[in-house]
């Protein structure tokens, strides 16, 4: 079952913030964030552990609710280089170690 | 750079032919990946190998087929190309330490 992200699409100003979530019906080892330019390869951003660790890029920064099977991605003081689209793959673990589903993505776009 | 290439980088071929895309890694990963990404869809895997000759099948296994030989090269094969199967096609290779995947450059395949 793909997770759900939302919203589809958000339009920013530069400076502003965005959220995007991500939300699965199965409960979760990891989510892993990635965002892809057009015409390009998704680039790593962050994964989120169960039990509440994280790695990734400084500047990232993201919630994992066990609980609830979500979790959200924060982009500050958004940036130009931020546009883009932005997946979420989720972990179930178990038998599905190492296997990511993916969400639909969430089409950024910042302008000047 | 995770040290994955992919081959080749765009192809056009004719509906019934045989297709293979190559993707080679330099880093001595276990686990690689095949997806396939269409609008609207996000990614979708297709297979995936954790070892040499050990592979499985992903969600959208059908009409496809992969074979792993050397730890550094994992191979997806179209037997006989349809016009449903064009698409991008990333391979992926699962990162040592952070547990995440990291995507190579992608292959166009057009089917005509």
């Known amino acids: 079952q793909q997770p759900v992200q939302s919203p589809q699409a958000v339009i920013l100003r530069e400076g502003e913030d965005a959220v995007i979530n991500c939300s699965s019906s199965?409960?979760?080892?990891?989510v892993h964030w990635y965002r892809q330019k057009h015409g390009e390869a998704p680039v790593f951003l962050m994964i989120?552990?169960?039990?509440?660790e994280q790695k990734g890029h400084e500047k990232i920064s993201a919630s994992f609710n066990e609980k609830k099977q979500q979790s959200s991605l924060y982009l500050t003081a958004s940036q130009l280089s931020y546009s883009g689209t932005y997946f979420c793959g989720t972990e179930t673990g178990g038998t599905s170690y190492g296997k990511l589903t993916f969400g639909q993505g969430t089409i950024l776009t910042v302008h000047p | 750079d995770a040290g994955i290439t992919q081959s080749p980088r765009h192809k056009v071929t004719e509906t019934g032919t045989p297709v293979t895309l190559r993707c080679h890694q330099t880093?001595?990963?276990?686990?690689m990946y095949w997806y396939r990404q269409d609008p609207g869809h996000g990614l979708r895997l297709i297979h995936y190998s954790y070892g040499v000759k050990d592979t499985d099948k992903g969600e959208v296994s059908d009409g496809y087929s992969v074979s792993r030989s050397k730890t550094e090269d994992f191979l997806l094969t179209l037997e006989s190309a349809t016009s449903s199967q064009t698409s991008v096609y990333f391979c992926a290779i699962r990162g040592q330490g952070w547990e995440t995947q990291y995507f190579g450059p992608g292959t166009r395949l057009l089917v005509l």
């Open positions: 989120l552990l169960k039990g509440g």
């Open positions: 199965k409960a979760l080892y990891s």
């Open positions: 880093e001595n990963h276990r686990y």
